[in-house]
């Protein structure tokens, strides 16, 4: 158990429709991160909070929108949804801000399915 | 960031040594070499980490030249266990520098 719990595990939806995506670090960890992992695809960064605020921006498009609140869980809403947005969905939390190679703890998973 | 270059797959035999090797030409001053692991469907989970020369801990041991130009992660003995993708990352103090993965080598253990 890495500490990192990410809610739901899994969900199915419409094309269309809109969901968010819940993560709670460990405790103690500043920073979340928030990745999307297609079938035999590798993890893409998405974006990363450090503090409640914005620290890093990746490949998130901009259907995609994320933050984190003042007790540092994070939140990932993916609106307007389409078929390819179905994958697995990963959180990682760390304590620092994820420079010099700071060790990253990640959730299972939520697995997204767009039908 | 620096860009990272790995095999894309490794194949391997139970109980032998395997080395995968990672390439960072353009790594920084300040910048640390990870390496994790991730199973399918799970999350990756870190390995090890080093800034030069060599670390080890419990589950391998990871091999930094002078130059820095690449890294080696050193799993001995493997088991059919060890079957995952293995990724390395390079990371410095630069603002806003995240945990960018890049493909990653799948090792395939078999008996």
């Known amino acids: 158990d890495s500490g990192v719990t990410q809610t739901p595990k899994h969900l199915i939806t419409a094309t269309g429709q809109r969901v968010t995506l819940r993560c709670s670090p460990r405790s103690g960890d500043l920073s979340v991160y928030w990745y999307q992992q297609s079938l035999d695809q590798g993890l893409q960064f998405l974006i990363q909070y450090y503090n409640g605020e914005e620290r890093a921006k990746g490949n998130i498009l901009e259907r995609f929108s994320a933050q984190q609140f003042p007790d540092l869980h994070s939140e990932l809403n993916l609106s307007s949804l389409e078929l390819g947005d179905s994958a697995l969905y990963f959180c990682?939390?760390?304590?620092?801000?994820?420079?010099?190679?700071?060790?990253?703890?990640f959730g299972q998973g939520t697995r997204l399915t767009v039908v | 960031l620096a860009k990272t270059t790995q095999p894309i797959s490794m194949d391997s035999y139970e109980g032998q040594e395997v080395n995968i090797t990672c390439s960072h030409n353009n790594i920084a001053t300040n910048d640390y070499i990870t390496w994790y692991q991730q199973f399918p469907s799970q999350g990756p989970r870190f390995i090890i980490q080093?800034?030069?020369t060599k670390v080890t801990n419990e589950v391998a041991s990871l091999f930094i030249p002078a130059d820095r130009k690449s890294s080696t992660l050193s799993l001995p003995r493997v088991s059919l266990s060890d079957t995952a993708v293995y990724y390395c990352l390079v990371a410095g103090n630069q603002a806003g520098t995240a945990l960018i993965f890049g493909k990653g080598t799948t090792l395939s253990v078999s008996s």
């Open positions: 080093g800034y030069k």
């Open positions: 990682a939390s760390s304590v620092g801000t994820g420079n010099l190679g700071t060790e990253a703890f």
